[in-house]
């Protein structure tokens, strides 16, 4: 049984816990965001405990942490995590500077934890499927594939200004 530990419970966050709590060999054990009333909303909602990050990183009754807070503070949640030689599932970008992924790169790996960052569109079964189509050759010769997808709604301002993401 993995127990794993959630660092930031805005959207993402929760929808990984969700999906935690849906893998049988996976338990959600605490949750942790820099908004108290995030984290305990979230907390009531997934029926865990609400720790503060320090105490889930350090915590012996957590293997894995899943850091779903915003981008400029990945840096030091990984190198924490790391540190506790806790697996890490981290949301993207790791960090919106080159180098900086670098050196986290290399304190994963000094560390020797299991790592991943979430492109978690590899294991959606769509995606599985249509990958499966181009193998065995069902469509043709595919030079490239270009997909777009989106969230029903535009993000939040407060999102955008820190994302990393098409608007840094």
């Known amino acids: ?23 049988p060999q996976a338990k959600l054990v605490a949750v942790a965001d820099v908004s108290a009333s995030a984290a305990e909303a979230a907390g009531r909602r997934f029926g865990v405990e ?8 350090a915590a012996n009754d957590v293997d894995a942490v899943v850091i779903a807070t915003s981008t400029a503070t990945h840096f030091d949640m990984i190198h924490a995590a790391a540190a506790e030689k806790k697996a890490i599932f981290c949301e993207k970008p790791i960090d919106l500077s080159s180098e900086r992924v670098r050196i986290c790169i290399d304190a994963i790996e000094k560390a020797g934890v299991p790592f991943m960052t979430a492109f ?22 595919v030079e490239t ?22 608007f840094p």
């Open 1 to 23: 049984m993995m127990r794993i530990g959630i660092l930031g419970c805005g959207r993402i966050g929760q929808v990984h816990a969700h999906s935690i709590q849906r893998i």
């Open 50 to 57: 609400v720790r503060n990050p320090s105490d889930i990183l």
């Open 120 to 141: 978690n569109q590899r294991f959606d079964p769509h995606f599985g499927a249509l990958r499966q189509r181009v193998i065995n050759g069902e469509i043709g010769d």
């Open 145 to 166: 594939i270009s997909i777009t997808s989106r969230d029903p709604a535009p993000p939040p301002v407060s999102y955008i200004k820190g994302s990393g993401g098409a």
